[in-house]
């Protein structure tokens, strides 16, 4: 059974600092990791996916990284802001339940001005 | 852009009462997902529908029904509300359940309290 954690489950961090947010599953036979962003009180917003045969992906100040043989994945944020003050989630699709995407709890991210 | 649209966004019912969750989206997406989001489970996949005219349990799927009722829209009906119930819904699409690249989007969700 696919399972996703992330460290730290929360983060505070003062504005313009370059932060690493970790996400780790336990079955490396997945099709693709996607990193979402949740503001409170609103649904999810798909930020970057990782297809399983790709190593990173790159949209503005977000990169995300994956290696698959370790089970990890991680979501770099530069010169982070207030406004990327939010809940980021990991999610991994697996080969053995393709339908289903497991989540992680998420890191609550806080960007002090 | 629409996306995916999700009605009521709130509700409060008494235990016992019925009331379906609607979902529509407009991207034409072939498989759709109804999400349960409480805390410190996360998000669990209740019901799926890899395509139209068909529907599969997913995670936790007592207490809940499902129609898919054309391409666009995807109901969650509870049939006798209880307070284990409470939650935050979310509904999602993508464009097969199928392959790699394929991005999911959800709804802003539906916040659900049964007392």
């Known amino acids: 059974k696919q399972e996703v954690t992330q460290i730290p489950a929360a983060l505070s961090v003062p504005e313009g600092e370059n932060l690493v947010l970790n996400c780790s599953f336990t079955?490396?036979?997945?099709?693709?990791l996607q990193w979402f962003r949740q503001d409170p009180g609103k649904g999810l917003t798909s930020l970057l996916l990782?297809?399983?045969?790709?190593r990173e992906q790159t949209s503005g100040r977000l990169n995300a990284s994956l290696d698959k043989s370790s089970g990890r994945s991680t979501l770099y944020i530069a010169a982070s802001q207030p406004g990327d003050s939010a809940t980021y989630l990991c999610?991994?699709?697996?080969?053995?339940?393709?339908?289903?995407?497991?989540f992680g709890k998420g890191t609550k991210l806080t960007v002090n001005p | 852009n629409a996306g995916v649209t999700q009605t009521p966004k709130f509700q409060v019912l008494k235990t016992g009462q019925s009331m379906t969750l609607q979902c529509a989206q407009d991207?034409?997406?072939?498989?759709m997902y109804w999400y349960r989001q409480d805390p410190g489970m996360g998000l669990r996949l209740i019901y799926y529908?890899?395509?139209?005219?068909t529907t599969d349990k997913g995670e936790v799927p007592n207490g809940y029904n499902v129609s898919r009722l054309n391409k666009r829209e995807f109901s969650l009906r509870l049939e006798s509300a209880a307070p284990s119930q409470t939650s935050v819904y979310f509904c999602?699409?993508?464009?097969?359940?199928w392959g790699s690249g394929n991005t999911i989007y959800f709804g802003e969700g539906s916040w659900l309290t049964v007392v």
């Open positions: 999610a991994v699709r697996s080969q053995g339940g393709s339908e289903k995407l497991v």
């Open positions: 990782i297809q399983s045969s790709q």
């Open positions: 999602a699409s993508s464009s097969t359940i």
């Open positions: 079955d490396s036979a997945i099709y693709n």
């Open positions: 529908s890899a395509s139209e005219g």
């Open positions: 991207m034409n997406h072939n498989s």
